[in-house]
């Protein structure tokens, strides 16, 4: 199936990867630099700013060799070394350690570096979702990881984006529906959406990337015809396809399938709830009764909400030290005006 093309040539990636340490373990861009997105004027490529993800094995070597070529991205963290960099990237926030407002020839660059064992965590588990969430969606591989483990942990992740977008979806829907609930997993909860993104966000993203949201989730659903009749019809009719209505099965056994495909911190939050705190019930139970209740779909939403409420905060204020103050305002400054726009 043909997907759509990213906006950069490979060449300027190349380009752009040969000023950082080389051994990654997993590289991937995103954001509007890269795919396209929708502002208020239509289809618009953010061609400025280009969005990457480090993947490293070891982020103490990586951030030493990254200060002895690239010391002016840091702020001023720098100064206590590379051991104290890797610890503070590991130990807080969403575990990512960003570098923003990076020129490079005529475009600016903002980068975020994550150990690998932190990112499979999230991709499995969910602990975040921050980093999970953001592959949810399409983005550009730039360097494609030759671990199993991680390509497993990137393919489970799209899994379990199924199996939530269809406990929070109604019976019927249609297939753009289906694809910005996906979306929109690790949005709704994000504080940054009350105040410094576009409410249109979400839209924006998927209505001109319909057909690389199929590339992603279409083997997914293939594997879920006893739960869900998601037709695929070709071509894709106008920016929300043909509006073919999909069917779901939403009986409680089929709600407690999906509860029970559900990363282990979503089921966490499901279970302290549930419990209102107190743990009385284990996790088994929990799930088989909120499969029952009425509002199923809610109360997943909610707390998948709570999640992503709690990592958007917590890396937003780490962010604030990573790039210093006034870099922070500049960035910010920049979201904001894009909002206003």
């Not at 249609?174 to 994000?190: I, P, W």
């Amino acid at each position: 199936m043909a997907t759509i093309k990213s906006l950069v040539v490979p060449q300027l990636f190349s380009k752009i990867l040969s000023k950082f340490p080389s051994n990654f373990s997993f590289c991937f861009a995103y954001g509007s630099g890269v795919k396209k997105q929708i502002d208020n004027v239509g289809l618009t490529p953010n061609s400025n700013i280009i969005d990457l993800i480090f993947c490293v094995d070891n982020a103490y070597e990586w951030h030493e060799q990254n200060l002895q070529h690239n010391n002016s991205h840091y702020s001023g963290l720098k100064y206590l070394g590379h051991h104290s960099i890797a610890n503070f990237q590991q130990s807080y926030g969403a575990k990512v350690y960003f570098n923003t407002l990076v020129p490079f020839e005529d475009i600016t660059i903002k980068y975020g570096v994550i150990s690998t064992r932190d990112l499979v965590t999230d991709l499995l588990e969910w602990s975040d979702l921050y980093l999970a969430g953001r592959l949810h969606k399409p983005v550009e591989i730039v360097i494609q990881s030759t671990s199993s483990e991680l390509q497993t942990a990137i393919q489970l992740n799209l899994q379990s984006a199924v199996h939530a977008a269809l406990l929070i979806l109604p019976e019927t829907f249609t297939e753009y529906q289906f694809y910005r609930t996906v979306a929109n997993l690790s949005y709704a909860g994000d504080f940054r959406m009350i105040f410094g993104e576009n409410k249109q966000k979400v839209d924006n993203i998927v209505k001109p990337q319909l057909l690389n949201f199929r590339y992603l989730y279409e083997p997914f659903l293939n594997n879920l015809h006893d739960y869900v009749d998601f037709p695929i019809t070709e071509p894709m009719g106008g920016s929300e396809g043909k509006m073919v209505k999909c069917l779901q099965d939403v009986s409680p056994l089929t709600r407690l399938h999906h509860l029970n495909q559900l990363p282990r911190w979503p089921q966490k939050a499901l279970t302290k709830f549930w419990n209102r705190g107190t743990l009385t019930q284990d996790t088994e139970d929990v799930l088989r009764a909120i499969a029952y209740d009425p509002d199923c779909n809610v109360i997943v939403n909610n707390c998948i909400n709570g999640i992503v409420w709690q990592s958007s905060i917590s890396q937003s204020l780490k962010s604030i030290v990573t790039a210093g103050f006034l870099k922070s305002v500049r960035y910010s400054a920049k979201k904001i005006t894009k909002m206003l726009r």
